[in-house]
C-alpha cells in the first residue's frame, strides 16, 4: 500500500506502533483489562494478543494500582511495558505507583536505574460515559516531575509519537481521546518505524490574524473553524503542542509575534488547566509586547461531566464556540 494514501484511525496506528516496537525489542509487552482476545475496551490492541502469544500481551485483574505497579516493575527489570488503562479516570486508582513510584525513581536514585514505561489510556467526554469515564486529567500528570505527557490529535501523530515513548527511557502518559479512535486522519500515516520525537510542537497551519494553540479532540474542532473562517477572511494558525509535558513553546511565541491574537482551547476544566500554563509563558516572554488584544481561553466547565447529551455537550467547548471566540477576537481588535 502507498505511503501517499494510507489512511488509518487512530486505533489502527497505535496497533500499528506497538506491534512495530514489538517486533523490534523483544523486550516490549502489554498489559492491561481486556486488552487480549476481546483486543481492548476501544479495540486498540485488536489481533496483538494472537499475534505476539499471551505472554507478550497481557490480560490481567481489575486492579490499577496492581497492573502499574507490575508494570514499574518490570521497567526497572529491563522490560518495556506498555500499559493500558480502559479509561483515564481509573488512573487515581494507580496514582501512588505513577506520581511516587514510576516519576521519581530515576531521580531519587541519582540516574542508577530508568523506567521505561508507557502508560496508555483514552480520555475525554462525548461517549455519554458519565462523570466518572468521561475526564480530561493531562493537567494531573503535567504536574508531575518526572513523567512526559503526550496527547495525541490524529492517527499519524499518534503513531510516531507513541514509537518515541516506546523508547523512551523514563515514563510517558500517553493519552488518547476517545472520539477519535474511529476517524481517520486528514494525512496519511506512514509506514514502516517512523518517529516523531517528543516535546516538539506542530504548526498545522498558517495563518496571519490569530494564533491558535488547541489540544487532542479540540486541534480536530479548531481545524474546521479556521477553515470556515479562511473564507470569512480570517486566516489562522493552529498549533498542536502534542507533548504538553516537555512543552515546546517556540513556534507559539513566534506566532504570537506575527498575528498579535491568542486563542487558547482545551477540552478540560479551565481551572488549572494546561493552557493557563501557555497563556502564563506567552505573558512572561518578549512575545507578550506584541498582543494587540487580550489573550482568550476556552475550556471545559469546572463541573463533573454531565450523562444528560445536551448538557454533556454544553459543558465542554464545541465548534461554535472556537468560531464566536476566534471570529470576535479578531474583528473586535483589528
Known amino acids: 500500500m502507498s505511503t501517499d494514501n494510507r489512511m488509518l484511525t487512530m486505533a ?10 514489538m517486533d523490534e525489542r523483544p523486550e516490549v509487552f502489554i498489559l492491561g483489562e481486556d486488552i487480549g482476545i476481546y483486543g481492548g475496551a476501544f479495540g486498540v490492541t485488536g489481533d496483538l494478543y494472537h499475534r505476539f502469544s499471551p505472554e507478550r ?83 494531573w500528570f503535567a504536574n508531575v516531575p518526572g513523567l512526559k505527557v503526550v496527547v495525541p490529535s490524529n492517527p499519524a501523530d499518534a503513531k510516531g509519537l507513541l514509537l518515541s515513548a516506546i523508547d523512551d527511557p523514563n515514563p510517558v502518559i500517553f493519552l488518547e481521546h476517545k472520539l477519535l479512535y474511529k476517524i481517520p486522519g486528514r494525512d496519511p500515516v506512514p509506514e514502516g518505524a517512523i518517529r516523531i520525537p517528543l516535546g516538539v510542537s506542530k504548526v498545522v497551519r498558517e495563518g496571519k490574524d490569530l494564533t491558535l494553540v488547541a489540544t487532542g479532540i479540540m486541534v480536530n474542532k479548531s481545524f474546521e473553524v479556521a477553515e470556515k473562517l479562511a473564507a470569512e477572511g480570517i486566516s489562522i494558525t493552529l498549533i498542536d503542542p502534542r507533548t504538553i509535558s516537555p512543552l515546546d513553546m517556540n513556534p507559539i511565541f513566534e506566532s504570537v509575534e506575527k498575528t498579535g491574537r491568542l486563542l487558547v482551547v482545551q477540552e478540560g476544566p479551565s481551572h488549572g488547566g494546561f493552557i493557563n500554563e501557555v497563556i502564563a509563558r506567552v505573558s512572561e516572554s518578549s512575545s507578550f509586547g506584541s498582543l494587540i488584544a487580550p489573550i482568550k481561553r476556552l475550556a471545559g466547565m469546572n463541573i463533573p461531566i454531565p450523562y444528560a447529551p445536551q448538557l454533556e455537550k454544553a459543558a465542554v467547548p464545541q465548534i461554535e464556540d472556537i468560531e464566536v471566540a476566534a471570529r470576535e477576537l479578531v474583528k473586535s481588535w483589528r
Do not use: C, W, Y
Open 12 to 21: 489502527e496506528a497505535l496497533r500499528e506502533a506497538m506491534g512495530i516496537a
Open 57 to 139: 500481551v497481557i490480560d490481567t485483574p481489575i486492579s490499577e494500582l496492581g497492573i502499574v505497579g507490575a508494570a514499574v516493575g518490570a521497567a526497572l527489570s529491563g522490560m518495556r511495558p506498555i500499559v493500558e488503562i480502559q479509561f483515564s479516570d481509573f488512573t487515581a486508582q494507580a496514582m501512588d505507583q505513577i506520581a511516587n513510584q514510576a516519576a521519581k525513581i530515576h531521580f531519587m536514585l541519582g540516574g542508577a536505574l530508568h523506567v521505561p514505561l508507557v502508560l496508555r489510556t483514552p480520555q475525554g467526554s462525548g461517549t455519554g460515559a458519565a462523570a466518572q469515564h468521561s475526564q480530561n486529567l493531562e493537567t
